[in-house]
């Protein structure tokens, strides 16, 4: 009798019908990814992004990216003797994924390249390293936005940027010119202002020094303080300009960078943003006076990119987490992903993340010519990242919440990682420009620029004739434009992501894939919610492509 109770006891603990650890796992087993890598260019690069794509699924650089949002930075204001330090104190798990990702040329590496396709081969790193930890993509991507900023001013540039785009990490506050790498960081908006950056009252005032200003004011939002240098917007003499403000100054003094607070965040943990005050800060003027939006606008649009970038990052994240759940757990007598309902949303997940990668890759194709001089691509890139950005970074969080959801109560606990990739979804849609900036910015491009319109209604034609509903969708897109309505501006750039989304599948996915799209995105014939694909489409296929090892 007793024997027999123990067995009963032991049995209450026995775990059945659980998924087992989906680590480790190779992040650049996405077969939408590496089409898209090769066909932007960087072929060349394919078995790095491969290699790389099996440390982030590691069960070491997984929990690097568990343990950097555990234990979040710590601010130090001062020092054990009362020296004012203004230091940022992080746990060596993100030291080991800065490492990394500065090593693989995740930063500024790709602006010393001079192969083509050098910047999509970034962009493909960043799309499966970022299957560790989101919050320290935020340096890495500053770091490399800044250089063509920085570039304004050539005699600056020469200096820092073979630091800037060198692959050595050198982490701690030292005078930059003696350190092995540096990393960049940015401060524009104030809190009177947020985005609208022409309203900052912080102060630069000229120096008996050319070139040389000091700044006196408060940033609102300014990430990874732990930086050497930052591209700081603040008010001159001739108006709003761009400043390059180092932490440490050339005789190895501390700059003034009083770091008021850390931003107690959502999400992004792992990275720390802060609010920093300048009251006689040293700073080196980039660009011309009056024109630090301009200066600095390119910036703006790398990292851009890099918010869509992540964003699709996160959605193939959590695919491959809830198709890696729906695989080991069973329900009413069958496992969950042989149930048709539960394919249905994998396969309408999978439609998504794959349009995100597809539209991710060819952005970073765009800027890659860009910046080698075609003029055309450079139009493109312009309207393009920006309608990218509005649309790809919305969809981040219902598809998150879905994948979730596909967990059950598995996902809401914090061990199953799902919880993290939930509340960092929003960021991307916020930072660089919330929805209604970016909407209003593709206006502004298409009045201001007429050169973008062509740019992308020819990009659209490479299409024509292969899908009815996306042709239709390009003729409303027309009328759209014609109207060009400040109230409507969300639905225009909402209908061209999608069209230009649709027009990458016709042209590079297989017939299941663009056929699903066109029929649910462009067609209307799909429901409110993921996993409401018609009947007709061809989930099968879709899965095998989608979910690596098949369904």
Not at 170 to 183: C, F, I, M, Q
Not at 258 to 273: C, E, F, H, P
Not at 517 to 524: H, K, N, Q, S, V
Request: glycine share 10%.
């Amino acid at each position: 009798m007793v024997s027999t109770l123990a067995h009963e006891r032991s049995t209450t603990h026995d775990v059945t019908n659980q998924a087992p650890p989906l680590t480790p796992y190779d992040a650049s087993e996405d077969t939408a990814l590496l089409e898209g890598l090769r066909r932007e260019g960087a072929g060349w690069a394919e078995g790095d992004v491969r290699r790389l794509g099996l440390r982030a699924g590691s069960e070491e650089a997984q929990e690097w990216g568990d343990l950097a949002n555990r234990h979040e930075p710590e601010l130090r204001t001062h020092d054990r003797y009362g020296h004012r330090v203004d230091e940022v104190d992080f746990h060596p798990s993100w030291h080991e994924l800065m490492r990394v990702a500065v090593a693989e040329g995740l930063a500024g590496a790709p602006w010393a390249d001079d192969r083509p396709g050098a910047h999509v081969a970034r962009t493909a790193g960043g799309l499966v390293w970022g299957h560790t930890d989101a919050g320290h993509g935020c340096p890495t991507s500053m770091t490399y936005a800044a250089v063509p900023a920085l570039r304004r001013q050539p005699d600056l540039a020469k200096v820092y940027e073979p630091l800037l785009t060198g692959r050595e990490y050198d982490p701690g506050l030292r005078v930059p010119t003696d350190k092995r790498g540096l990393l960049a960081g940015m401060g524009m908006t104030e809190k009177q202002g947020g985005s609208d950056v022409r309203t900052n009252t912080t102060a630069a005032t000229p120096t008996a020094e050319p070139g040389v200003y000091t700044l006196r004011g408060h940033k609102w939002f300014t990430s990874a303080p732990m930086c050497d240098v930052f591209l700081v917007l603040a008010q001159a003499p001739d108006g709003l300009s761009c400043f390059l403000v180092p932490r440490v100054l050339p005789d190895g003094s501390r700059n003034t960078f009083r770091i008021q607070r850390l931003k107690d965040k959502l999400g992004n943990r792992s990275n720390a943003s802060s609010e920093p005050e300048f009251d006689g800060t040293v700073a080196w003027l980039v660009g011309p006076e009056g024109q630090g939006v301009k200066t600095i606008i390119e910036m703006v649009n790398c990292t851009r990119l890099d918010c869509v970038m992540m964003s699709a990052t996160l959605m193939r994240k959590t695919l491959v987490e809830a198709a890696h759940h729906a695989r080991h757990r069973s329900a009413f007598g069958a496992r969950l992903v042989d149930q048709q309902l539960m394919r249905n949303v994998l396969a309408d997940l999978a439609l998504e993340s794959e349009a995100a990668t597809t539209l991710t890759l060819r952005l970073a194709g765009a800027a890659d010519q860009a910046v080698r001089g075609d003029a055309g691509e450079r139009a493109l890139r312009r309207i393009a990242t920006a309608v990218g950005k509005y649309w790809v970074t919305k969809r981040g969080p219902a598809f998150t919440a879905e994948a979730l959801e596909c967990l059950g109560g598995n996902g809401y606990v914090e061990d199953s990682g799902m919880p993290r990739h939930y509340r960092e979804a929003p960021l991307l849609s916020i930072w660089e420009g919330s929805g209604n900036v970016n909407a209003l910015d593709v206006l502004r491009a298409l009045t201001r620029e007429p050169g973008t319109a062509d740019a992308l209604f020819g990009e659209l034609a490479l299409a024509r004739g292969a899908d009815a509903r996306l042709d239709a969708a390009v003729t409303r897109l027309h009328g759209l434009l014609a109207k060009g309505s400040q109230a409507g501006a969300r639905r225009l750039v909402e209908l061209m992501a999608l069209a230009l989304q649709g027009s990458l599948l016709v042209r590079y996915a297989p017939a299941a894939v663009s056929d699903a799209f066109c029929a649910t995105r462009l067609g209307g014939d799909w429901g409110h919610a993921f996993g409401t694909l018609p009947d007709g489409a061809d989930l099968d296929a879709i899965l095998d492509r989608a979910l690596p090892g098949g369904h």
